[in-house]
């Protein structure tokens, strides 16, 4: 089960859902589309995706939890899928998400993210950092790629972090809930490729965005220090 979290990439998103379909023969993908204005829904759609989108933006948690709600009933299935999320703009590289979806199918941990091997693009680690800060403040840990939106887990770790933190908070709060609930975790460098925001005046408005909403995420999850959960992983 694949919820691809999408706003405005038409561009991308059909080489996206090609290689997911590529890589799981025969799983249910299911954009969360966020409002977009270019035509990404219907390039999903002819891309064999199932779309879910509202008239007007709710921002990344917001929509993929409304995705996901559509589906959470196989979590309680004794024998349920592994659950996969990403970003729409991976493009062919998604096609090395099924690292993630096999660590979590092996036992190898209960939340598996995507690191990105090689960063492309991008501003100067601000809310990278505020997010790996308010993570350790919470739960103790310190994962290297506390923003990944790829994610694989098991349908009661599902159940645990849903519905997402609004906005750009929701991997933050992600980790801090499923460290919190005594979950796995444990990061995988990926050769991946996405489309990077650069230092632009919209780039810089996206990350002002992300900042806001990390903020906001860990001041609906901070508690009194010295009571965090377990470390993270990282494997290659």
């Not at 059909?14 to 993908?29: K, Q, V």
Request: proline share 4%.
């Amino acid at each position: 089960m694949i919820v691809i979290a999408a706003h405005d990439e038409a561009d991308r998103i059909g080489a996206t859902l090609d290689a997911l379909a590529a890589s799981f023969p025969g799983s249910e993908r299911i954009v969360a589309d966020d409002a977009s204005t270019d035509g990404s829904a219907e390039v999903a759609l002819r891309h064999g995706a199932q779309v879910i989108s509202r008239r007007r933006s709710h921002g990344k948690g917001g929509n993929v939890s409304a995705a996901v709600e559509s589906v959470l009933d196989l979590a309680d299935a004794p024998e349920g899928p592994v659950f996969l999320l990403c970003d729409a703009d991976l493009g062919a590289s998604a096609a090395e998400l099924g690292r993630l979806v096999d660590a979590v199918e092996a036992g190898e941990c209960d939340l598996a993210v995507g690191a990105f091997a090689r960063r492309v693009g991008g501003g100067f680690g601000a809310a990278r950092g505020l997010s790996r800060w308010a993570i350790r403040r919470c739960c103790g840990a310190e994962p290297i790629a506390p923003l990944s939106g790829q994610r694989a887990m098991r349908g009661d770790v599902l159940r645990a972090v849903h519905p997402f933190a609004a906005g750009y908070g929701m991997e933050t709060a992600m980790t801090i809930d499923a460290v919190r609930a005594g979950f796995r975790l444990r990061e995988y460098e990926l050769e991946l490729e996405h489309r990077a925001t650069g230092r632009t005046p919209s780039g810089f408005a996206h990350r002002g965005r992300q900042l806001l909403d990390i903020a906001r995420a860990y001041i609906s999850r901070r508690r009194p220090p010295g009571r965090g959960g377990r470390e993270s992983e990282r494997a290659r």
